[in-house]
């Protein structure tokens, strides 16, 4: 498992910070990404504090969704769904999914937008790539690891 720190990528360092998003269509925005992580038990001495069992959440900017994030296959992705996604011809909206995908090395990615056959159109996909960059640090320090984990036995945490 690989994750990036906020400036230039470091081993076993989750990613968070402000992020500029600049999309090869649409407005560019900025997106603030912070991480929650379970501590891992170790040989029940000590928690051991490595960037495994995390979740990055990643605050979505105009006209892009955020959520929560997971890592899978060495991609970050974030699924939501919009209930107003898309705007027919008539004027009223209609839902839609949007897929996030990102390397977190690369800082590069592709929002994927699907929607069904509404409006009176048929299934579409829209694929928009877009890279991020580092911006600046995240304005409150984050508890990366806000579980308390109780020493030895079973490591039940809380």
Known sequence: MRWAFAGPAQADQVMQGVYNYMPTDGPAGTWTIY??????????RVALELPVA????????????????????????????????MT?????????????RFDDIAMTGTRTIFHNDVCGLPPGKIDQPFTLSFKEPLPIPVQQ??????????RRCF
Not at 145 to 154: A, D, K, M, R, S
């Open 35 to 44: 991480p929650s992580c379970v501590p891992v038990v170790g040989d029940l």
């Open 54 to 85: 995390c979740r990055l959440h990643v605050s979505g900017s105009t006209g892009v969704s955020g959520g929560d994030a997971n890592l899978a296959g060495g991609v970050v992705a974030v699924l939501t769904t919009k209930r107003d996604g």
């Open 88 to 100: 027919c011809p008539d004027g009223s909206t209609a839902p839609t999914t949007e897929t996030i």
């Open 145 to 154: 690891y806000p579980l308390y984990c109780e020493p030895g036995g079973l």
